[in-house]
């Protein structure tokens, strides 16, 4: 019996922490953990709003970052972050491709990164080379 009850108690336990909630996106952006915080990042337009967030979910104080992404065409930037009013930080991005972004927020207690993709953006698709007479190519 003691054996019963102690399997029916692991079970139990494991069903709880499985259907732990989500993590939520006050901002209505896409989050990602980070140790005990996350990383909330909001898409908008050209912009990219980033806000370190505690455990329940509120933008807490950062001193500051940068984000370190790659676009779809293998560029990449590493601009600083710009503080914004609300505990946030913001870049503006000049490519249009979809990217993967490491942002790194720089606390007391040292730096604090999570990985983040954008998704679908508006992406320029590939201009084809032109031909013209004096390539060698007859059309």
């Known amino acids: 019996m003691k054996h019963i009850m102690f399997f029916l108690t692991i079970l139990l336990s494991t069903a709880v922490s499985a259907q732990q909630k989500s993590l939520s996106a006050p901002h209505g952006g896409l989050t990602a953990r980070s140790g005990t915080y996350s990383i909330e990042m909001v898409l908008s337009g050209d912009e990219v709003r980033f806000y370190l967030m505690d455990t329940l ?79 060698g190519h007859r059309h």
């Open 57 to 135: 979910g509120t933008a807490i104080p950062a001193w500051g970052g940068v984000a370190y992404i790659r676009f779809a065409d293998n560029s990449t930037v590493n601009p600083a972050f710009e503080p914004i009013k609300d505990n946030g930080f913001r870049v503006v991005l000049t490519n249009p491709n979809a990217f993967t972004v490491v942002a790194s927020f720089k606390t007391g207690d040292g730096f604090i990164s999570s990985e983040l993709k954008s998704g679908p953006r508006m992406s320029i698709p590939p201009v084809p080379e032109q031909h013209n007479s004096n390539d």
